[in-house]
Nanobody, 114 residues
Framework: QVQLVESGGGLVQPGGSLRLSCAAT????????MAWYRQAPGKQREWVAS???????VYADSVKGRFSISRDNAKNTVYLQMNNLKPGDTAVYYC????????WGQGTQVTVSS
């Protein structure tokens, strides 16, 4: 059974940083793409960043230069380093394993507010 568990969310002031983690069990991640999405209240879920198994990373324009996705295949974990956070980054953040139809975590809340 594949499970993804996100952690690291919280309340942070504008300009601050957070690092989210997504730990996978039941599947290796090294040969699959991993991605982060987010969903703000009243909005559709949107893609944030992807880490492709070959090492390529891709970012949404809204986070490019501020967020960084990385993975530790030995720990079966993917990370999202978020710097210079803005109130517009407030959302529930989800990780996704691109295997088959895809697997999602339960999400972690990020709130950016003064």
């Amino acid at each position: 059974q594949v499970q993804l568990v996100e952690s690291g969310g919280g309340l942070v002031q504008p300009g601050g940083s957070l690092r989210l983690s997504c730990a996978a069990t039941g599947s290796i991640i090294s040969i699959y793409g991993m991605a982060w999405y987010r969903q703000a209240p009243g909005k559709q879920r949107e893609w944030v960043a992807s880490s492709i198994s070959g090492g390529t990373t891709v970012y949404a324009d809204s986070v490019k230069g501020r967020f960084s996705i990385s993975r530790d295949n030995a720990k079966n974990t993917v990370y999202l380093q978020m710097n210079n956070l803005k109130p517009g980054d407030t959302a529930v953040y989800y990780c996704k394993l691109s295997r088959g139809s895809g697997y999602w975590g339960q999400g972690t809340q990020v709130t950016v507010s003064s």
